[in-house]
């Protein structure tokens, strides 16, 4: 009897390591970084190229800068030399009859006439220092306008190589639920994150990361709850990702809240584990972490 109890107790207790063996230990959910896309490829450390499976690589290469305008060279027309004055000839006075014994004397110029020529060749001289003042005032106008465009030219150049240094480029090979900007690397697809690249990790930690933002997100908050409302759920999770078992083992002491955390594993759909095993797991949900907490 002592040698059958023995034995048993030993079957017993190989039968408990088989199956507890079946199941890991509690793994730490906690926040991970998942890239961007659609998918269930939480393994992925970049996100999927948009485009086509198999698309051929566009390598453009970039536009040349066009080259600045010439400056146009204002053309300025010559200024009209003045007419030169005539020469004024003074009137030729008439002769007078004089008696025949005298001697008739030579008319000379007289003062009005040297006057008058005198005040032409002024008027003239400042008409034509007027013209040439008028002249270089146009040049002057015509050069800071052509400096002022070009400066905007210039600018309006500079804004629009800036904005297509931005732009997202996007290749011909790739995936329909590709993200711009994505490699081609990545032919499977995301996880449904944030993020274009993320650091290699455990794949098991990203497992359970995916599953944490997709529970957060899953979740609708009830109206008019506190923001510091903490509740703390148990849950089994499969080897091919199927959840059950979910309770809550912490209250927020919200009904309300205790009820929309389990309703959120009843939306949630899992791929198959990494590690092929199932466990029991908890996960920690707060309001502030929620959309509009």
Known sequence: MTSLALHGLVVGVMFLVA?????????????????????????????????????????????????????????????????????VVPPTPEPKPVPVKETPKPASPTKSGNTKTKSIADEMRWKTIVEESKAKQQIAKQRAAEKKRLEQERQEEARRQAAAAKAPRVDAEGIAKGVLGGSTSNTKGGAGGTALTRPDGPALEAYFGMLRERLLRALDKPPGLSDTLVAVAEFRIGADGSISGVRIISSSGSPEFDRAVIEAYSRVSMPPRPDKKGSVESLTFRTKDLAGG
């Open 19 to 87: 199956y507890s063996s079946s199941f890991d230990t509690k793994v730490q959910t906690k926040p991970f970084e998942l890239v961007m896309g659609e998918g269930d490829n939480f393994a992925a450390t970049e996100a999927a190229a948009l485009g086509t499976p198999g698309g051929i690589k566009l390598n453009v290469p970039p536009l040349p800068a066009p080259e600045p305008p010439k400056p146009e060279v204002a053309k300025v027309e010559p200024t009209p030399s003045p007419p030169e004055p005539a020469p």
